[in-house]
Every structure is written in structure tokens, then in C-alpha cells.
């Protein structure tokens, strides 16, 4: 099934199950008369109930993402956040900071790339901070990654990285690793730092096509300029599957651990994962990897996120969500939008349920309600915080925040 509509003049289209980062087009949000309105097209509207939680920003907020910092010295333990937002047609990235465990965000710093302004188009922006020296860039310096481009005409995507040195205030461009050479996509970058010391930047892929549909694709650099061509991580034997919207952590005994979706006219947009050793090598890329289902038979489909918390026995403790939450029999289940999944024994479970920090109304396929939430453990592992997107009364989809009510240790 196919969604689309026309926005300031802008065109989005989604596939049920395939092309959801469409929605993510400048034409989320435009100025009229000084206040920034978004889209209110039929199901956005309907489902116009907010979210449990506090609101991080009175206008649009998308695709957030939160990292807390461990290598910038006096500045260890501040809590980062940042969303897409947009001002008129131009995209731009809000870093917020958060020194009282997530109880409260101030916004810090603004990304202002030039391949997002103007009409050109922003999403899916990702948040890291360097653990180790990678070049001449210092452990603690942050790196903020978009994909850029897709409302331009020829479409001719990029995803441009930028680096900040002062925790998060002010930024400068580093690299732009790919410029797609076709109109295929190039989706939601995320970051990781392999064991030898190299810089990866992993996305979903669209440019292949029609060989594959999407592919989660990784990138390398020893220092964050130079970067390698592309390798293929995840890239189905089936032309249509569309793997995407990997996540990847480091977890027990330094393991690397991506997340991710496979959506397709043949897949549900299920979470899948896939270990790795040293960050570099993660398998056979034919090999779809195993799925995440609670004991219960529930699980979750599109946008999952992951975080860990360590010293909980030698897994530590995994935390899990997504957009959907599907019974066994493949219903919505009762809990949708109000759950996470908890794993004390690494990625293969079993994975329990608890309410999730913020509460979101009834999501649904769409690129706004629950979409790509992330977690983080704070207080010292025993609450989860959690920045989730819910369209408010006027019909703009904002971000919320909150801190799980209950204790997550058992």
C-alpha cells in the first residue's frame, strides 16, 4: 500500500512496508505567518493526542537521539539529545543537553548544514561521541550525521558529517563519506568505533537498485576524512527485502551489537540483530540474522533502538523498542506504544516486557508517532529515559521525554 501527499509543495510518499523515510521530507514543517505548523493529513490528524512525558521543544521534533557523555572530562555525564527541526524549508539539527539525569533539556547548539537548506531536505539524523583518538580527532569530540538531499531536483542524496569539540555548542563540517550517483536513497547513518581504532558509518543503501531494493551498507576512516568505499553488512539475496535503520553498541566482554529492521512486500519491518567481534566483520550479508521475540511471542515491527547497561551479571542488560508492538498471533497487542523489552542474557533472550517511559497513543506506520525512540539507562542504571515523537493537539509532531516511573531492576 502506497501513502502519499503534497506539503508546501513538496511531495512524500511511503510504501506500507518499505519506503517509511520518505516521510521525512522538508515538507514535514513550513513557515506561515512566523510559527512553524506541521503536517495534518488524514491519519496524522486522527491521531493528533500527544504523549505522555515532557515536551523537549514547542515545534516540529523528529527521529531524536540521546548519548550521554563518557571521554569529554569535566563534561562526563551530561546527557545529549538532539532532533530534526526545521526552520521555514530549511532543515537543522537542535542539540539539547540534560545535566540532572534527564529530569530536564536545555537546548545547546544548532547544526546548520547548507545541504539542508533551502528546500533541500533532512532526516534521520544520528548523535555519537568519539570513545578513542581517531586522527587528530580526540576522544569526546561528537559527530552528528544526516542524510541530506532528498527534495533536491535531480534528486542526489549525501550524507555529510559534522563535528563539534566543545560538547555539542558549536559545530563545523567534517566529511561528506557518500554523494549517492544515482536518485537512490541514502538513509539514517549511525556510527560505531571498531576495535582497531577505525571510524564506521553505517546506512541504508537504495542506490542499488534494481539488485537490492535497500542494503545496510558500512563505510571506514582512520581519521573521520578519508573515508574507504563502500561494504555491504546486510544485503538480502532477495532483490526486494529492505534491511535498514541499523543501531549498533558495544556490549558485554566488548562485543558490537547492530539492531535493525527488514521490511519488504515479503518481511513485516521485524527487528533483527547481528554480533560482531572487533565492529568490522559482522557475517555473511545474505544472512538476514535472527529476530527478537519476548516470551510472551510478542515483538516488535519498525524504528527499533537498543541500549546497554552494564554490571548486571555478565550480560548486563539490554534494552529494546520499536514503533509497533505485535502480539504472537499478529495482532497490535494491548501495549502498543507503552513497552519495552528487557534481556539480562544478551541479544537472544528471553526478553521480558515493562512499560515504557513514555507512553505513546496507538502508533501506527506513519513517520511521526513512536518513531525510532531512543533509551538510555540513567541514575546509575536503575531508571531508562526515553525521547519518543507523537503528533500534539495542533497536529505537529513533537518530541517527549520522561523517565521510567518504575525501577528497571528487578
Request: net charge negative; hydrophobic share 35%; proline share 6%.
Amino acid at each position: 500500500m502506497e501513502y502519499a501527499t503534497e506539503i508546501g509543495g513538496f511531495v512524500m510518499a511511503a510504501h506500507r512496508r518499505g519506503l517509511k523515510a520518505w516521510f521525512l521530507l522538508t515538507a514535514l514543517a513550513v513557515l506561515v505567518g512566523g510559527a512553524v505548523v506541521g503536517t495534518t493529513n488524514g491519519p496524522a490528524a486522527q491521531a493528533a493526542t500527544g504523549a505522555s512525558g515532557t515536551l523537549l521543544r514547542q515545534n516540529v521534533g523528529l527521529y531524536p537521539r540521546l548519548v550521554r557523555l563518557q571521554h569529554s572530562g569535566s563534561a562526563n555525564g551530561t546527557i545529549l539529545g538532539s532532533v530534526v527541526t526545521f526552520d521555514g524549508n530549511t532543515g537543522l539539527g537542535a542539540i539539547y543537553a540534560s545535566r540532572d539525569e534527564g529530569k530536564s533539556f536545555e537546548q545547546i547548539g544548532t547544526v546548520a548544514d547548507p545541504a539542508s537548506a533551502n528546500g533541500k531536505g533532512l532526516c534521520c539524523a544520528t548523535l555519537y561521541e568519539l570513545p578513542r583518538r581517531v586522527g587528530d580527532l580526540p576522544a569526546g569530540t561528537l559527530l552528528w550525521a544526516s542524510s541530506a538531499g532528498q527534495s533536491t531536483n535531480p534528486r542526489q542524496m549525501s550524507i555529510p558529517i559534522w563535528a563539534s569539540h566543545d560538547h555539542g555548542r558549536t559545530w563545523s563540517h567534517l566529511a561528506t563519506p557518500v554523494v549517492a550517483q544515482n536518485t537512490g536513497g541514502l538513509w539514517e547513518p549511525e556510527f560505531t568505533v571498531t576495535r582497531d581504532g577505525r571510524l564506521v558509518v553505517f546506512y541504508s543503501d537504495e542506490t542499488d537498485q534494481p539488485a537490492h531494493s535497500q542494503m545496510l551498507v558500512a563505510q571506514s576512516s582512520a581519521d573521520g576524512v578519508h573515508w574507504t568505499d563502500r561494504e555491504r553488512v546486510v544485503a538480502s539475496d532477495d532483490p526486494a527485502a529492505r534491511p535498514g535503520m541499523s543501531i549498533v553498541r558495544r556490549i558485554a566482554g566488548g562485543r558490537y551489537l547492530m539492531t535493525y529492521e527488514v521490511c519488504g512486500p515479503s518481511y513485516d519491518c521485524k527487528v533483527h540483530y547481528r554480533e560482531s567481534s572487533d565492529g568490522a566483520q559482522w557475517g555473511d550479508p545474505s544472512d538476514l540474522g535472527p529476530t527478537v521475540r519476548a516470551a510472551d511471542g510478542t515483538y516488535f515491527e519498525h524504528t527499533p533502538t537498543i541500549t546497554w547497561e552494564p554490571g548486571r551479571g555478565r550480560e548486563g542488560r539490554l534494552f529494546l523498542t520499536g514503533q509497533m508492538l505485535y502480539a504472537a498471533d499478529g495482532t497490535v497487542a494491548e501495549g502498543n506504544g507503552r513497552t519495552v523489552f528487557v534481556s539480562d542474557n544478551g541479544p537472544a533472550g528471553p526478553w521480558r516486557a515493562i512499560p515504557a517511559p513514555v507512553s505513546v497513543p496507538d502508533p501506527y506506520n506513519n513517520y511521526c508517532p513512536n518513531y525510532s525512540s531512543p533509551l538510555l539507562t540513567v541514575r546509575n542504571g536503575t531508571r531508562l529515559l526515553e525521547i519518543a515523537t507523537a503528533y500534539d493537539s495542533d497536529g505537529v509532531c513533537k518530541a517527549y521525554y520522561a523517565t521510567g516511573s518504575e525501577p528497571v531492576a528487578r
